[in-house]
């Protein structure tokens, strides 16, 4: 999923008026589609973690489609209505050329939450089954429907580039979510043999796990129109927002191993001794998701990626090569991040990640805002440090609110291994 950025930024940016459509794209019609979905986008993990019978999984399933429901008639409001000029347009302040390309867009992905919501509860479900490569594939199915719809937007030459785009996009998680309702139909039988559990899920309950997470997704999320809205109001505000596809695709790119490892540790940390396995995995992740940025960033490497692979003018090239390098930290943070929210999901104490993402987003903004305050600063430079600022803040939050979650755990292996170990100690003295 971490190519479809580029590879919608390598296309838009080879077509007609490429620093209106990558803006529009990426400064308005990203950042809200994503806060559309915010609500839904966690349960993938929620799936994962409580999808143990079929009355578990019947419950969530439910929840799932009453809140794509809600949030797709959100998105048609916000789309389709006056509310795109009253709601949307005034909190971004976007540049005037970027507005009725943007609402195009925005029309164009009303498919975006409803398909996503039903593949990442499934996902869940596949992941819990065992069947995590099944998830992989239907990646693939993604990836290779965005790669159809841009070659044919690419060979017509004639449609907009934010058509083109979102379009794609929309291709993309359809088909994914097609697949993966396909492919989950053995897992689910499987869910529906399992013995149903002791204690069954509440709608209590699952409001107490699940709620944090929307909040935290809503807090993440809520970052990129903070970004939009920020730069849009700062020295080079249009061709900050042009860089943004690119930019953040290859950030997306890198951090994507980070992100996946949440639901690695979530599932994992059942198993024995796996904290101490998991957290150096983790560690050695960060390192090499650290030095790749790194390595594009300060070598001629980074002109390839945004002037011969994305397709950037050079100056926009040099732009986003620059704002790379003030991002390098990002992927690290993000693979650290997903080891202690995987061991406080694990613990069930979600509500930490949302302190967490709140610290975040509260330092960001308020770098932000120091930015546009201090005049003439480029709009994109400033973005990134605050979002790395505000990773780093995270980061150090959720390390401190996992400790007694990790040490639970580790009491726990602990005693386990005692438990094992008697009995053989003790078949050694009768010998």
Known sequence: ??????????????LAHPEIHLAAYGGVVFPIALIIESPIIMLLAASTALSRDWASYLKMRRFMMIASAGLTLLHVALAFTPLYDLVLVRLLNPPKEIIEPARLGLMLMLPWTWAIAYRRFHQGVLIRAGQSNTVGLGTLVRLSANIIVLAIGYSLQTLPGIVVATSAVSAGVISEALFVGWRVRPALEGLKRAPALAQSLTWSAFAHFYLPLVMTSLLTLLALPLGSAGMSRMDQALASLAIWPALSGILFLLRSVGIAYNEVVVALLEQPRAVESLRRFAYKIAIVTTLVPLLVAVTPLGEFWFAQVSGLPPELAALAQTALGLAVLLPGFTVLQSFFQGVLMHDRQTRGITEAVALSLLTSALILGLGIAGGDLTGVY?????????????????WRRSRSALLAIQNREQADSQVVRAP????QRAC
């Open 424 to 427: 053989a100690e003790a078949s």
């Open 382 to 398: 400033i973005a990134q440090i605050a979002f790395v600022i505000g990773a780093a803040v995270q980061t150090l939050w959720l």
């Open 1 to 14: 999923m971490g190519l479809e950025l580029p590879a919608l930024s390598a296309v838009v940016a080879r």
